[in-house]
């Protein structure tokens, strides 16, 4: 399947709806402390870009590239809609941000996402494109409910 791919405001109901299912996911899954995904207004931020892929007119999947400073970024809120789930949306997204950070000049890239069973199927996308587990960066902490990826680019 191929999907457009493009920087978003944020602004659509479908990009909002999903980004609000997204956060009410993973507020299910994880303790409210150990939840770093971020609201629609931090993502609109200057030192975040946020990308939507499309099939067609219908919302797949989202994701964002949080600068860290010049040379490392952050993966944040990939997201996959669930009818895309498995359909190559994820992967989709999670590729145009590699390449956008290889744009940018990184030579890193890094992500925190939880530990639970119900993060395998993200771990496992992370691992098959080269991330893997690393030391918590920035004000992440390692522990039973969460973990930090890194991909040297």
Known sequence: MSYRIEADDLTSPDVLGLLNYHLDEVHGWSPTCKVHALPPERLREADIAFFAARDGETLAAIGALKELNGTRGELK????????????????????????ARN????????????????????????????SECPAFADYVSDEYSMCMEKHL
Request: aromatic share 14%; hydrophobic share 35%.
């Open 77 to 100: 809120s990939m997201r996959a809609a669930p009818e895309y789930r498995g359909k190559g949306a994820g992967e989709a997204i999670l590729r145009h941000l590699i390449a956008e």
């Open 104 to 131: 940018r000049g990184y030579n890193w890239l890094g992500l925190e996402t939880g530990r639970p069973d119900n993060f395998i199927p993200a771990k496992r996308l992370y691992k098959k494109y080269g991330f």
